[in-house]
């Protein structure tokens, strides 16, 4: 059973690629087209909630820590630094106005307050295991889009029309970007943060008597990130192939990792 687990898992990730690398051919087409007819708001949507479920998640997973170990000082200041982070992303804040401060000043409290009053799971040895896994999950796999990015160089479609840069390939490594973000394009960092919503998928494992069926929050998840990809090529951000890596990325890491604790946790009881 285990290694039909592991072939279908490999077998995705083969999948996966052969998609990516088909689907790259129309890198250039498909970010010409999308660019042309992009809508600010759509493009402002991916630019700003986007990053949500990686900032918003990782604060509720530290929340729910802290609280076991009776530590509410670490939590409130873990959960206020990431919902200070992305109520500046969201509002994008111009420190030179007023209204802007204000804004993200306002999105900041909101977000602290919706985290804190989220239900907590009720307190176990499985519960914690797969919130620090959640935790690993959404950090090696940031750490991993982070070093890409840096090694990669990739022009982005903006750097091809703005600076003329020469469009490049995904597979070829260009050396490390010590250029201005305009040559980090690959992998999608946005695509990745709005993968993060996957780990919804866990729900049910935490909260027992929770009645949203897997495959539903599996596919919510799947059509925001759809939707945050899209909204980054719009924008002239990325390019097809830069959106698929940057999900895959996070869905590789999360698939390993979920494989190694459901065997941890589960294959005792089956001896």
Not at 157 to 168: T, V
Request: charged content about 15%.
């Amino acid at each position: 059973m285990k290694s039909k687990r592991s072939l279908s898992f490999f077998a995705a990730v083969i999948v996966y690629l052969l998609m990516l690398s088909a689907l790259s051919i129309y890198d250039l087409s498909f970010s010409e087209n999308m660019t042309a007819s992009a809508s600010d708001l759509f493009v402002q949507f991916g630019a700003r909630v986007g990053p949500m479920p990686m900032f918003l998640i990782s604060a509720w997973i530290l929340n729910c820590l802290f609280l076991y170990r009776d530590k509410k000082s670490g939590a409130n200041m873990a959960v206020f630094l990431l919902c200070g982070g992305a109520a500046y992303i969201l509002a994008c804040p111009d420190p030179g106005r007023i209204p802007d401060l204000l804004l993200a000043a306002a999105c900041w409290s909101g977000l602290f307050f919706l985290v804190r009053k989220l239900p907590c799971p009720e307190q176990s040895e499985r519960v914690i295991r797969f919130l620090r896994m959640g935790l690993l999950v959404i950090v090696l796999g940031f750490v991993i889009v982070q070093i890409c990015k840096f090694t990669w160089g990739r022009p982005r479609y903006l750097a091809i029309i703005q600076e003329g840069a020469e469009f490049q390939e995904w597979l070829k490594i260009q050396g490390f970007a010590v250029r201005d973000d305009l040559y980090r394009s690959f992998p999608s960092g946005h695509t990745y943060c709005a993968a993060c919503s996957f780990l919804t998928v866990l729900i049910p494992d935490l909260f027992p008597e929770c009645s949203v069926k897997r495959w539903e929050l599996g596919l919510g998840a799947f059509c925001f990130t759809m939707i945050i990809a899209l909204s980054r090529i719009a924008a002239g951000k990325h390019f097809i192939s830069d959106v698929m890596a940057g999900g895959g990325i996070f869905l590789v890491v999360f698939g390993i990792t979920l494989a190694i604790e459901w065997r941890k946790l589960y294959e005792p009881n089956h001896r």
